[in-house]
């Protein structure tokens, strides 16, 4: 199984750390990065076999990191050269060439996560289109949030109105089998011709496949087993986090 993880966006919401560096090479506060944790994720992990980073802001860095790895798991950039003038749809675009080769994962590069979420991924049914989601009390309005139909997902977006949400998704998502790889990477082939969809997010694909009626499944985990960095705070929250051992 691949795993695509997509690290091509500047991170200008945690400037000045990020003004020099990538979103996922910033430290943790024990000498260890998001992409590094990522990777001992997937080496830890039974079912992935590769890994494939997309890359744009400072890619050079993210290119010498990645060789510390190179003789533990099969590791490669896919560089974006457009990540400043679109968002991730485009960048994900960049690994379509690899979709229909074998099943894969696509994450998000600024995401943090227990060795259980890549291990229980095996479990899932071996003909899927699953999303990753959890559950909170309280919803932010910066969360990519989540509409479901009888425990599938409906709609997936930062604008779905606050009394109608239903879970957050994780920015996690799983594709197995042969005809499910070849749906969605024609479906994200034909949101990429539109230029009016540059600037959105790559979980727009799912609304797409959902308004298609293609079941999408959920991968439900705990909101204590997953973590991201947008925001300042948030930096502080994962480093806690590993302070405690958490992650």
Known sequence: MNLIILAAGVGSRLFPLTKDKPKSLVDLGDGTTLLERQIENAINCDIIDNIYIVTGYRSKQIEDKIKDFKEKININVI??????????????????FLMEE???LISNGDNIYQDSVYNNIDNLSSNTISLTIDFKDKYDEDDMKVILDNNNIKQVSKMIDMDRVDAESVGLAIIRGKNNRKIFKDKLTSLVR??????KFWLEIFNALSYDNHKIETYVIDKKEWGEIDFHPDIENVRAAISKELF
């Not at 560089?79 to 379509?96: G, I, T």
């Not at 539109?194 to 600037?199: A, H, L, S």
């Open 194 to 199: 539109d230029i009016t969809n540059k600037d």
């Open 102 to 104: 074998r099943d894969f």
């Open 79 to 96: 560089f974006n050269p457009f990540y400043e003038l679109s968002n991730n749809l485009f960048s994900l675009w960049s690994a379509h």
